[in-house]
């Protein structure tokens, strides 16, 4: 018996958000709306949006001494995490400068300030957690040294989800415990190199040869691919939604994929759970603040206007699987 649900390994950081008409080009100024500031970070963000659907979530990442270190503590407790793996100081709290244009696309920046500090003895000294954890969820805005730590330390039985973002080449070792990698076609191709081929089918072959078990890749509007070593390639459907900030639902979806695969359901049938839970998250603005409980998720089908929960052949709750294309994108 498990004690948590999942482990997220990862960043923290204070999102310092504006929007904007549109996104400047290199030497551009733009003006935009008042500053707003949020708890963010990729790590930070997964842990929220697992508990906020009902996982029992503890977060091991380092945040400075600091307000904005503060901010992301009150965050992770308000959604219910355990904070006991939160190490504080050593560094100012990460932060991401991020710009959001009318159609809900972002930019970011981040300054990974303490993200930089955790280490690979802090993953050491967080032993009980990973002994404790029925999953364990990673990005890259911590030391590859320390995501390298994070699978050495893996129980036994355990499963590891692994988000490479920032995308960088990655060792073996760590590709080889990811069951699933999840990446976007900007993280496949940097994973592949220069031969990537033109389809997420191509994506999917090359990305299996270098080592993980699965591979999910997220494809905006056209939903994502499902593809296992040992298995059938499956497309997974996108939800239809109105987008107005996609910032953090790409973390929404790892996190909710990682927290069902564990509960034993299919790699498909949590990517479509996880599918609808980034579809909410792109309807608010923000990145914690927009993610939603498990009955926010159950109500996705009356999201849309003109949407109607007794379309035939349409399930409802949240096994459903909306098939229509998506008017937003949650990567
Ligand atoms: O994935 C979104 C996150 O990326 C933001 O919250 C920001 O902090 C950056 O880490």
Not at 119 to 147: K, N, W
Not at 201 to 206: H, I, L, P, Y
Request: some cysteine.
């Amino acid at each position: 018996m498990y004690d948590y649900d999942l482990l997220v390994v990862g960043s923290a950081n204070a999102d310092l958000v504006i929007g904007v008409e549109r996104r400047p080009a290199a030497g551009e100024t733009v003006l935009g709306s008042d500053l707003t500031v949020h708890p963010g970070g990729k790590g930070a963000n997964q842990a929220v949006a697992a508990a906020r659907l009902g996982a029992r979530t503890v977060l091991l990442a380092r945040v400075g001494d600091d307000a904005y270190g503060r901010l992301l503590l009150d965050s992770q407790r308000a959604a219910g995490v355990d904070t006991v793996g939160v190490l504080v100081g050593g560094a100012p709290t990460g932060v991401a400068l991020i710009t959001v244009d009318p159609s809900g696309d972002n930019s970011i920046v981040v300054s990974p300030g303490a993200n930089g500090r955790l280490m690979p003895e802090d993953v050491r000294a967080a032993g009980s957690l990973f002994q404790a954890s029925r999953v364990v969820s990673a990005q890259l805005e911590i030391p590859l040294e320390t995501v390298v730590e994070v699978v050495r330390n893996l129980a036994d039985g355990s499963r590891f989800v692994l988000n490479p973002s920032p995308p960088r080449p990655l060792p073996r070792e760590v590709l080889a415990a990811c069951d699933p990698l999840i990446v976007n076609e900007h993280e496949a191709r940097v994973l592949i190199g220069s031969g990537a081929g033109p389809e997420p089918e191509d994506w999917a072959r090359d990305l299996l040869a270098m080592g993980p078990s699965s591979v999910v890749i997220t494809l905006g509007e056209q939903g994502a691919l499902v593809a296992q070593r040992a298995g059938a390639r499956v497309r997974v459907p996108s939800v239809r939604v109105e987008a107005v900030d996609t910032t953090g639902a790409g973390d929404s979806f790892t996190a909710a994929l990682a927290w069902r695969l564990g509960r034993g359901e299919s790699l498909a049938e949590a990517a479509a759970y996880a599918a609808r839970v980034g579809a909410v998250a792109v309807t608010r603005h923000g990145a914690q603040e927009s993610f939603p409980t498990a009955e926010e998720v159950a109500a996705l089908c009356c999201a849309f206007p003109g949407d109607n929960p007794r379309t035939p052949g349409r399930k409802s709750g949240s096994e459903g699987l909306p098939g229509e294309p998506s008017r937003g994108e949650f990567q």
